[in-house]
């Protein structure tokens, strides 16, 4: 699956690699909280993929991602990979560096 916006697709902006294992509920509120995260702080300027590892676990592999679920930042460099459910906004707003205090 994956979601994206134009900005994302032109190699502007944020581009997110989310693992995740089904519908299990942990990898359900990553879904969520991600998308409510680059609703309200990135727009149009971000682009998602969403990989299930139990359709196709190879991806994961590739990426070092052994824990769903995972965020995986691919771009703007350096890449950052973020463990959990992003519930923690606050958290995760530093640990991707959208905060002004960077």
Do not use: Q
Request: hydrophobic share 40%; with cysteine; proline share 5%.
């Amino acid at each position: 699956m994956s979601i994206s916006s134009e900005a994302g697709s032109r190699g502007e902006g944020f581009v997110f690699r989310l693992f995740v294992a089904g519908d299990e509920p942990h990898s359900t509120r990553a879904k969520d909280n991600l998308k409510r995260l680059c609703e309200s702080h990135l727009k149009d300027a971000c682009e998602i993929e969403i990989l299930d590892v139990l359709e196709c676990y190879k991806p994961a592999l590739e990426n070092n991602i052994l824990l769903t679920p995972a965020l995986l930042m691919v771009s703007p460099l350096p890449a950052v990979t973020v463990y959990g459910d992003l519930s923690d906004t606050g958290e995760l707003i530093k640990a991707l560096r959208l905060g002004g205090d960077n």
